[in-house]
DNA sequence: TTCCAACCAATGTGATCACATTGTTGCTAA
DNA sequence: TTAGCAACAATGTGATCACATTGGTTGGAA
């Protein structure tokens, strides 16, 4: 089930295909089949979980063939895929025409966190108006299964819950600009994020949430991007001290 | 030379395809050919300047043999960069599978405002510590450039040469990790742009960069995200007026 | 031994075709 | 007249193959 390439070529050491296969080592519900209307579609969500959760090491690079072949599918949709995560940052196309996952240092972290705190403030500021009581009950639901997920060290459910937890607030905003962008940011930091929580014993990020939560239920915008600030900046310590 | 959906289907009008064509009337250099590696690039060139420049109405729907007709190309290429424009957000695809440029609404505009100020502002404060006199000479260059563009009222020469300033001065910070946002959502305001250009009739929007320069010069940062920002309020009202 | 060129394997690219899906038209029957 | 269905046209999707490019290996000459 190889589909990195031939190490030879790219003098990186095979990934266990774990999160090419089914999850089965990462407690993950298998996605409903139906919701995937094609090949594409398929190849894009597996492979962009795997690479949200920092799955695929920094610097490997991903042939067309061997994607292709680990999940069971012609080259084309996978083409498709390879070119769209490439678009949207989460891999980078070489000149030499090989697509690898951008490499990991410590100066780009710090710009992703940048720009995850200015596209995440603004996103809360443009969609706080918007929050109805149905909203933030559905937010606190969120939160609080946030909670139940760092009680079982469930790390895989957190990062999907504090995503979902991120982008149902700044889904509020009916004309969205920037949360694919923040989707673009998120994917980027998926191998720090997976650093951290591999590093650090202990997952301490729920505050902030609390924080926000109080601060939109008062209305109070400027409390709400501070408290996004915290919480953004909170995890990315969390990523730094691991290392 | 068609390279929209038929009419019947997407009940949008035929576009001129001057734009797809080379671009006589765009008074466009040609783009040296030998930059263009694989046919996809090419497809992806053409195809990104046309829909930056506002050349593409909003709402049309494009059509993946129709494309490849047009550049005399195969499909194959063509869908590719179809997709990789959809992840760029600068094309959109529906639930039917069609393939459009975004519709056009104010409230779209004002988040795509919003979006650039937030991102070209933290762009502006992370590239100004790496700038040097030689970097401050080329963008200044640029600006002349500008003003002499705005003196031949060469609207394409002035959007490009416009984006170059900015692209140039963002590039200064070796991190890129906000330059693809900001070109993405230069693509998004492709067609107000180009509202703009043809309603309103003066282009008056190099004032500002001379602030950003004089800012850039005295290292005062504070100073060029503040001309950054009204650089692009400024292009955002006469587009607003132009309506 | 070192270097280079020829060769081979791995991989990306693009064209083409068959098929699935979607949209339109027009005819039939209530 | 109009709802509904059948036929057809337009388009998207995916598999496959030939070819180009790239990376690595091997063997011989200096």
């Known amino acids: 089930m190889k589909y990195l390439a031939n190490p030879r070529l790219s003098n ?19 996605l409903p089949h139906a919701t995937h209307t094609t090949a594409q579609e398929y190849a894009y969500e597996r492979l962009r979980f795997a690479i949200m959760v920092g799955g695929v090491p920094p610097g490997a690079a991903l042939t067309i063939r061997g994607v292709a072949d680990a999940l069971s599918l012609s080259s084309t949709p ?3 895929t390879l070119r769209r995560l490439c678009a949207e ?4 196309s070489q000149s030499n025409r090989r697509i690898i996952t951008p490499p990991m240092t410590t100066a780009r972290h710090q710009e992703l966190i940048s720009t995850r705190v200015a ?25 609080l299964q946030m909670d139940q997920a760092i009680v079982q060290q469930n790390y ?52 902030q949430h609390k924080n926000l939560l109080t601060a939109l239920r008062k209305r109070d915008t400027e409390a709400a991007s501070q408290a996004v600030e915290a919480d953004i900046r ?7 001290a691991a290392q």
């Not at 990062?159 to 009916?174: G, K, M």
């Open 119 to 143: 596209l995440e403030q603004l996103a809360v500021r443009r969609a706080a108006r918007f929050i109805t009581e149905n909203d933030l009950e559905i937010l606190t639901n969120i939160d």
């Open 89 to 92: 940052g989460a891999l980078f």
């Open 234 to 240: 909170d995890a990315a310590d969390q990523a730094s």
């Open 156 to 207: 895989i459910q957190l990062v999907i819950l504090n995503q979902q937890f991120h982008s149902t607030l700044y889904a509020l905003n009916p004309e969205q600009v920037c949360l694919p962008m923040i989707e673009s940011v998120w994917l980027q930091l998926g191998p720090f994020n997976r650093l951290a929580a591999e590093r650090a014993g202990q997952l301490t990020l729920e505050d």
């Open 12 to 30: 990186f050491t095979h990934l266990q295909a774990m999160l090419i296969k089914p999850y089965p080592s990462w407690e993950l519900p298998e």
């Open 78 to 80: 996978v083409r498709e």
